[in-house]
């Protein structure tokens, strides 16, 4: 186990996560089928039968999302509404600066599928300033 727990933070410290959940998932075993596993009602009592599990957790979601609160209309009338500024909707408007074209690229996930247009985020990073310049004269 210290073996293993050691492989899984070494691959962490150098930025490998896929590796490290890969060990993880080996060690987990494979896929519980949650749908089998039986559930408490309120009492405790273990419920087996599909159906009632079904109610069971309809019964908890209800519960758990209808909260009944009640906010006084002076309250309600205190909160003040607020449009933004001229400067925050003139900022908004603007052309991004190379700057932040180039911040939106070091922020883009590595390793992941590509979009429909096949590209995948390595590719355009690998593009370094070439491709940032000429993004950035996309956007403007």
Known sequence: W????EDI??????NDPANAFSIIRR???????????P?????????VNSTDQLE????YFCELFNIHSTVG????NEIQITTPSRPGLERQNAQPSIEEVERALNQMKSRKSPGSDEVTADIIKAGS??????LHEIFN
């Not at 559930?39 to 419920?47: E, H």
């Not at 069971?56 to 019964?59: K, N």
């Open 73 to 76: 209309s002076d309250v309600i």
């Open 2 to 5: 210290d073996e293993t727990c």
């Open 129 to 134: 300033e070439p491709v940032l310049n000429w």
């Open 39 to 47: 559930i408490q009602d309120k009492n405790g009592k273990l419920l």
């Open 56 to 59: 069971r957790w309809r019964e």
């Open 9 to 14: 933070e070494k691959f962490i410290k150098i």
């Open 27 to 37: 060690l987990k075993g494979g896929n519980k089928r949650v749908e089998n596993m």
